[in-house]
């Protein structure tokens, strides 16, 4: 796997600020179906002085297509989302599903200066927070018991945590920043790295399949007394949230930006 020098970039040092100039890039669900993260990501990146646009133009990164094997199919919203951002000094995105799809799969084998920029650039949110702006505070409180979805494609594919079948010290970036909110309580679970069952259109293709394995997550969280489930991936905590909802189970789910800008405190 491909490990990006992000010293190599501009980075935000509180000894020497300095404005970056952040594309926001809100996936479709978000924008469609929990608007509010999107509104707490904005809200939460210029509290730590960050000027930030959200190009009214962009469209999907293309993951949905090129998951379901169609990447021929997907280039073309991958190159408007490539003229769309490529001028930013860096692409946020509070989904580290998207982050990564843009990072290692926007226009496979094009090297144009623009992919390239794009691809490097693109960070999920928590990633931006603790490896570029290095966050060593925040102001907030959750008085509530939370469990910690660390979701594949940020566990396994953006190395944002140490999963569980690899040998590497242990170590959190979801974590690192809850452990910073007040009156938080973070409950211990059984199996803390194991995938909710979403999957994207494996959740329509193996409906029965996912959601066993959400339910399997669901109850996880539940028995060890989690009000809340918070993840930086709103896909997998709406997969888990209709779940819930079904069963009518005691648990509801919050993403980590919405936690970490005091959105619902």
Sequence with gaps: MKVIDYTALNYFDTNNPVVLRLGLFIPCYIDQFYPQVGIST????????????YPTE??????????????????????????????????????????????HHLLPGSETSKATEVRKR?????EFLVDILRVDHLDVSFPYRVGLHE?????????????SEI??????KWRYLLDMVDDIQLVPLERKDECCGFGGTFAIKESAISAKMGE???SDHIKH????????????????????????????????AEIL???NS
């Design 58 to 103: 962009q469209t999907c990164c293309g993951q949905p297509l090129a998951n379901s094997g169609f990447a021929l199919q997907s280039r073309q919203a991958e190159n408007h989302f490539t003229k769309v951002f490529w001028e930013y000094d860096y692409i946020v995105c509070p989904s580290a599903s998207c982050a990564y799809h843009v990072r």
């Design 42 to 53: 904005l809200q939460l990146l210029e509290k730590f002085g960050c000027q930030v646009e």
């Design 167 to 172: 040998v590497v010290p242990t170590f959190s």
């Design 122 to 126: 693109t960070l999920d949110l928590v």
């Design 225 to 256: 007394g989690a009000q809340y489930i918070t993840s930086s991936d709103m896909s997998c905590l709406m997969h888990l949230e209709g779940l819930s909802r079904r069963k009518k189970w005691p648990v509801k789910v919050i993403h980590i």
């Design 216 to 218: 399997d997550r669901l």
């Design 261 to 263: 800008n005091g959105s």
């Design 151 to 163: 979701s594949c494609h940020g566990l396994r594919g953006a190395r944002m945590a140490s999963s």
